[in-house]
């Protein structure tokens, strides 16, 4: 008897974490649509364009935002501004 009732709870559990799990599942997927969208903007004129894209949706992923524009503007979004590689002299912009 003590089997069963583990099973039943357990089963509970999984089916009540899928159930408040499915939201926060959805806004991911529209948060990757999202950055797509506004990095395909950014990335637009950018001579190595798959880089661009690489970088600019893990800056996106992070951030939550991308700048307006194909360049500059990066004033609009600190968090995507801020972003570097490296360290001293090696220390570069990360987010195109």
């Known amino acids: ?3 069963h009732t583990t099973t039943a709870t357990l089963t509970l559990a999984l089916l009540l974490f899928l159930l408040l799990a499915s939201p926060s599942l959805q806004l991911s997927v529209a948060g990757a649509q999202f950055c797509d969208g506004k990095c395909a903007i950014r ?3 950018a001579s190595r364009h798959d880089d661009c894209l690489k970088y600019c949706r893990i800056c996106c992923a992070d951030c939550n935002c991308v700048p307006s524009g194909t360049a500059g503007n990066k004033d609009e ?3 995507y501004r801020d972003k570097t590689t490296g360290e001293g002299d ?3 912009p990360k987010c195109p």
């Open 77 to 79: 979004c600190p968090c």
């Open 43 to 45: 990335c637009s004129k």
């Open 90 to 92: 090696r220390k570069r």
């Open 1 to 3: 008897m003590k089997l």
